[in-house]
């Protein structure tokens, strides 16, 4: 063994950070030594293309962590692994990986390690700050959102791929990218052990085949990721190009330019200890200017978390549950919220008792601020799906469909599957329609699962982890209600940013005495809203200048009429101030529901299953026509 180093310890001042990185002296190395055994790394280089070994010395250890310098080592070009005894592992904190091969492809063994490096240039770039009230969320799958053939881009699956769909986010509206794990983690899942019923009977009668005439099947995918990996590494065969990390800031760059905050998901296992994971939450603001982040796993330290002054103005997204029993919650922690899901897809098919529900999750609630609203998203059927099948469909997934929910919520319309009929797909439409008029009118963050804002579908699947196919990819190749659905949303976003309100307290059965709150709800008569149990309908009123008489003329009102009954209904329209009048904006039906006159009021009817959206317009009086003329006559004159 050839060296052109020397081993020397590293003073216990600077035993942290853990990780292997080229410093003036030499390659520094440290890393968690619990064992009793020889541990060091093993060096891969020009000299030592079979890798040379070299162990950490006995006294160069500060409780379990062993560090070295080896002094006059400077070959840029080499890749390590660590070692203890005959085990032969990845550096958990190393910052970069060799290229380890085609996405799905079985590895001979575990990728080596690249020393890190600190060498991009961000130029101007600073983190995106997004109020939770402004915040617009779009969930995606760096490789399913762009590898399908109708995608369209040069660079599928990848991150540059997803830099070339940036024109379409931007024109969609939102303002958040979450990004499913896109850490680097073993895409290939270990060989099952567990027979099959055939393999089962053929052992009994002792007529297993003969080893190497097995017929070899394609490896399993873990196409989501949600497991254990290297934390500190952007997903390598997600990149287009052989530098992955450098692929991935150019990502969050090419975002941030144009206004997106960047989030990513992040599994941590129950083992993961608190200080690790504050390191690797740390390093992912600091060195790829991540925006927040989504963390998945059992008992995670969110506390400890949330406290980590540096992420003061990250976003921390966590499960219902554990925000619900955290004490004192930080303004940058929030919540995905199930409660929402669940509740609205069954408002959406027209169950009992769910008016109030309704009503709550639009209100003001300093909870629901904190909320991330969803109506459909990765782990279970896509939006499409659930207007388009009663049951999951889960059979390719090779666990004889007894994998996913049963508890979908979903309704068919009719027919399970597709349909040609034109009554059903136009049903479906609506139903879709009305979801997402849900998602965008309720008090917390929406959060969009990509393709749903044009009817992708997973063909009913509802847990498609290891589906790497056209299943879980996204189609691009819209069908004609695909191409309607896609401008609704886009109009439901725009509504959102311009019309949506600072919620008043809500007013119900009293008299307006002192300006319109900035929220209310209403019934078949104005000011009453119907909570009965069966009650499927209700109106919402936005003010944009509540409880203000003197703003009330230039305040702006938005109305909301709902009708999730599988009849026709009517919805009283609230009074406004003088000198405005109700204009028709959007429905989700086909056609403009009808205002009738109702004694000196007015209510509008609804068909069955459909929203109708109204909005002021001012109607010029006698004296604005006068004051407009004279103005006109002495520019003339002028």
């Known amino acids: 063994m050839q060296k052109s180093f020397r081993i020397k310890c590293v003073d216990r001042t600077r035993m ?5 990185s080229f410093e003036e002296e030499g390659l520094r190395v440290s890393a968690v030594c619990r064992e009793d055994r020889e541990m060091g790394i093993i060096l891969y280089d020009r000299r030592h293309r079979e890798g040379m070994r070299v162990p950490f010395p ?63 240039d961000w130029g101007k770039d600073q983190n995106i700050r997004i109020a939770s009230q402004d915040r617009i969320i779009y969930a995606l799958h760096v490789r399913g959102f762009t590898k399908h053939r109708s995608s369209g881009v040069k660079h599928k699956g990848t991150y540059a791929g997803v830099v070339e769909k940036l024109p379409y986010l931007q024109e969609l509206g939102i303002n958040t990218v979450l990004l499913m794990p896109a850490y680097e983690f073993e895409e290939v899942m270990p060989e099952n052990t567990a027979q099959t019923m055939e393999q089962a009977a053929l052992d009994y009668k002792k007529e297993l085949p003969a080893p190497g005439t097995e017929e070899k099947k394609p490896p399993r995918i873990n196409y989501w990721g949600y497991q254990k990996g290297l934390y500190y590494v952007p997903k390598g065969a997600y990149a287009a190009a052989k530098d992955a990390s450098v692929e991935f800031k150019d990502m969050v760059r090419a975002f941030h330019a144009a206004g997106i905050s960047v989030t990513m998901q ?44 540096l992420l003061a103005d990250t976003l921390l997204l966590i499960g219902e549950g554990e925000y619900k029993n955290e004490r004192n919650k930080p303004q940058q922690l929030s ?18 008792n769910l008016i109030n529900r309704f009503v709550y999750y639009v209100r003001e609630s300093e909870q629901e601020a904190h909320a991330v609203n969803s109506i459909a998203r990765w782990d279970g059927m896509r939006l ?23 508890y979908n919520c979903s ?8 349909s040609r009929k034109k009554s059903i797909q136009r049903l479906r439409l609506r139903q879709m329609k009305n979801a997402l008029a849900f998602l965008f009118t309720a008090k917390g963050m929406p959060l969009l699962y990509s393709g749903d804002e044009f009817a992708n579908t997973q063909e009913g699947n509802n847990n498609p982890y290891c589906q790497d196919n056209d299943i879980a990819w996204i189609k691009w190749n819209h069908t004609e209600i695909g191409k309607e659905l896609l401008a609704y949303t886009k109009h439901l976003i725009y509504l959102r940013k311009r019309y949506r309100s600072q919620y008043g307290a809500p007013l119900r059965d009293v008299e307006i005495s002192s300006g319109y709150p900035g929220i209310s709800f209403h019934g078949r008569d104005a000011w009453r809203p119907d909570t009965d149990p069966a009650s ?43 000198g405005k009048r109700w204009m028709y904006h959007t429905t989700t039906g086909d056609e403009i529901p009808e205002v009738e006159e109702k004694g000196n009021s007015q209510e509008i009817c609804l068909p069955a299953r459909t929203i109708a959206i109204y909005c002021t317009e001012d109607v010029p009086t006698e004296r604005k026509d006068a004051v407009q003329k004279k103005q006109r006559r002495k520019r003339k004159v002028e």
């Open 16 to 20: 942290y950070p853990l990780g292997v």
């Open 58 to 120: 006995d006294d160069c250890r500060v409780g379990a962590v062993c560090a070295m310098m080896l002094a006059g080592y400077q070959d840029k070009s080499c890749r390590y692994l660590f070692y203890s005894g005959e085990e032969v592992w990845q550096d958990p904190c190393c910052k970069a990986v060799e290229s380890a091969g085609r996405y799905g492809m079985p590895k001979d063994g575990p990728a080596r390690c690249l020393p890190g490096k600190n060498s991009y």
């Open 266 to 309: 992040f599994f941590f296992p129950p083992e993961m200890g608190a200080v690790e994971i504050l390191d690797i939450l740390r390093y992912w603001v600091l060195e790829y200017h991540i925006d927040g982040f989504h963390l998945l796993g059992v008992s995670l330290p969110v506390a400890l978390i949330a406290q980590e002054p």
């Open 335 to 352: 919540y995905l919220s199930d409660s929402f899901l669940y509740d609205m897809r069954r408002f959406l098919k027209g169950d009992d």
């Open 384 to 406: 499409f799906d659930l207007v388009s099948y009663d049951r999951k469909h889960n059979e390719q997934n090779g666990e004889d469909n007894q994998d996913g929910t049963n």
């Open 411 to 418: 309704w068919n319309c009719g027919v399970e599957g597709k």
């Open 536 to 578: 499927r309908s209700v109106g919402i009123l936005y003010c944009s200048a509540p409880g203000d008489r003197k703003k009330e003329a230039d305040a702006r009102f938005v109305y909301i009429g709902i009708n999730m009954h599988w009849e026709v209904n009517y919805l009283g329209l609230p009074s406004i101030p003088k």
